[in-house]
Nanobody, 115 residues
Framework: QVQLVESGGGLVQAGGSLRLSCAAS????????MGWYRQAPGKQRELVAA???????NYADSVKGRFTISGDNAKNTVYLQMNNLKPEDTAVYYC?????????WGQGTQVTVSS
């Protein structure tokens, strides 16, 4: 069973930075892609950023130029560096992993940006 362990959330002032980490384990398949989604209160979960095994990345328009996703294939770990955070970035951030035909989710980590 795949496990995704997230860390790095917290409270930060607007303009500050946070780095999220997600370590994946337990898959019988290679992790083809990993990413981060977020869900704010009363809103749908949305893609923030994703990275493939080959290093291709994809970002939501709202975070382009501020967030950077990176991965360590040897450690099955993905990182999300978040700079110039804004109050509208406040949400629960979820790690997501695609391995073979299976999609797995982390438990979520809270990011709160105060104005």
């Amino acid at each position: 069973q795949v496990q995704l362990v997230e860390s790095g959330g917290g409270l930060v002032q607007a303009g500050g930075s946070l780095r999220l980490s997600c370590a994946a384990s337990g898959s019988a398949f290679s992790f083809n892609a990993m990413g981060w989604y977020r869900q704010a209160p009363g809103k749908q979960r949305e893609l923030v950023a994703a990275i493939t095994l080959g290093g291709s990345t994809n970002y939501a328009d709202s975070v382009k130029g501020r967030f950077t996703i990176s991965g360590d294939n040897a450690k099955n770990t993905v990182y999300l560096q978040m700079n110039n955070l804004k109050p509208e970035d406040t949400a629960v951030y979820y790690c997501n992993a695609l391995a073979g035909p299976f999609v797995s989710w982390g438990q979520g980590t809270q990011v709160t940006v105060s104005s």
